[in-house]
């Protein structure tokens, strides 16, 4: 297995990406949008040049692993010749499969499909492919480059095979595995989302402030980041669909708080449109 190709330069697409290369992958990374290609670019060289400088890549490995990225907005330039797709497109199920049934039809049989969605179902993604076997969920975790976990989830007909070759690519980019079986959300985002919409429903009701919700949890309960600040860094946009999904899936105790709705619709998407619970410059 040598070559990878992402599809989705968005926060994820693009720290897949980088783990990807500089664990030596040739990696081919799509998006729809050339702009998102272009910010996925520079982000990834800025990243890279980040860890060199603070010792986390040896010298010259920050060019080496870039060099191995090849950017596209082409799904065919993208897939036609590689190993594993993962998928990191917007957490919407209709896309998802549009998506994969494109990649069934350009990439080799060999290829193994998976996604990074953090909550739905890689059985009824992978059903609506010819190769139902071959398809997987790969959930990693934002920032990529730093988070170690990575959760895999096979759909009803993922074979053995293809769930080792999805856990060798994973420890090849240093990350550590647990297998989880398919329920909606898998282990941490079934977790995290019901904590942070109780956060969101506390500030709601005015229990406290944003930031002493956060300094509770970091101080009292000793989570590395607040709920409101890591509802921020994954994108509250991308948060409300996880919501949506689980809400539809798992019932009443998920239903989406409201501020969430209202941040969305305003437009505060979090750290990536500059503010959201908090503000970002
Ligand atoms: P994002 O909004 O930052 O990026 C999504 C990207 O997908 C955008 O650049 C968009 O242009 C592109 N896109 C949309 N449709 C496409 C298509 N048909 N083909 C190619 N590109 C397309 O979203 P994100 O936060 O990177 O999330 C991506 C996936 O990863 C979602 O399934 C999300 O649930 C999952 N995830 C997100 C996080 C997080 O913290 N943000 C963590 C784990 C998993």
Do not use: W
């Not at 490995?61 to 594993?84: C, P, W």
């Not at 009803?156 to 550590?176: N, W």
């Not at 941040?263 to 505060?268: H, P, Q």
Request: include cysteine; hydrophobic fraction near 40%; charge should be neutral.
């Amino acid at each position: 297995m040598k070559r990878i190709a992402v599809i989705g330069g968005g926060i994820m697409g693009r720290g897949i990406a980088y783990s990807a290369a500089v664990a030596g992958f040739k990696v081919h990374l799509q998006d729809l949008f050339p702009e998102a290609i272009d910010i996925a670019k520079s982000s990834i060289q800025k990243e890279m040049k980040k860890s060199a400088d603070r010792g986390f890549l040896n010298p010259g490995e920050d060019e080496a692993s870039f060099n191995r990225i090849t950017f596209t907005t082409s799904l065919e330039e993208a897939a036609a010749e590689t190993d594993l797709v993962i998928e990191a497109v917007l957490e919407k199920m209709e896309i998802k499969v549009d998506v994969f049934q494109k990649l069934d039809k350009i990439c080799p049989y060999h290829t193994v499909l998976a996604t990074n969605t953090s909550t739905m179902s890689p059985t009824e993604i992978g059903a609506q492919t010819g190769r139902p076997e071959k398809c997987i969920a790969m959930h990693f975790f934002n920032p990529v480059h730093k988070m170690k976990l990575v959760e895999i989830v096979r759909g009803l007909d993922t074979s053995d095979e293809t769930y080792a070759i999805a856990k060798r690519a994973a420890e090849k980019m240093k990350k550590e595995v647990v297998e989880v079986n398919e329920f909606p959300g898998f282990v941490t985002s079934r977790m995290n989302c019901l904590i942070g919409n109780e956060a969101m429903n506390m500030l709601m009701e005015g229990v406290a402030s944003a930031e002493d919700i956060d300094k509770a949890m970091k101080l009292g309960l000793n989570h590395p980041m607040g709920p409101l600040e890591l509802a921020d860094l994954v994108g509250l946009d991308t948060r409300l669909r996880n919501m949506e999904y689980l809400y539809e899936t798992l019932g009443e105790k998920y239903r989406p708080c409201p501020l969430l709705i209202k941040y969305v619709k305003a437009g505060r998407l979090g750290r990536k449109s500059g503010a959201g619970f908090y503000k970002y410059d």
